[in-house]
């Protein structure tokens, strides 16, 4: 949810989206991207071309179910990409359900918060 908000604007946040939860089975077959394989520039923003590279090459050889790669926004965290191409993806159990973001969250300025 984070590393899509960052793109967006109050006027135009889709009214269509939705937000889909999986359980991925152990077993199933992926790729991880370490920072260090990225160009040094890989959390500026716009991003480097280069690195849509690594999603590109995985959605056309089709040959894993999961690229995971590292969050620009959360160092140490990990965004899962899969491959609804892949022969288990079938196997990816999934809940899908609206999803609108709170419109505080578009605030221009948040109040900060005192300590008593």
Not at 47 to 71: H, Q, T, W
């Amino acid at each position: 949810m984070l590393e899509y908000f960052v793109h967006l604007d109050s006027d135009s946040a889709p009214e269509d989206l939705v937000l889909v939860t999986a359980k991925i089975p152990g077993d199933l077959t992926k790729t991880t991207v370490k920072p260090e394989q990225l160009s040094p520039r890989w959390r500026m923003s716009p991003a480097p071309p280069e690195l849509a590279k690594f999603g590109d090459d995985f959605a056309r050889k089709a040959d894993r179910c999961i690229l995971v790669v590292p969050s620009a926004l959360a160092p140490g965290e990990n965004n899962w990409l899969l491959n609804p191409q892949h022969s288990d993806f079938r196997r990816v159990i999934s809940k899908v359900e609206p999803l609108k973001y709170d419109p505080r969250m578009f605030e221009p300025h948040r109040p900060t918060r005192r300590k008593p």
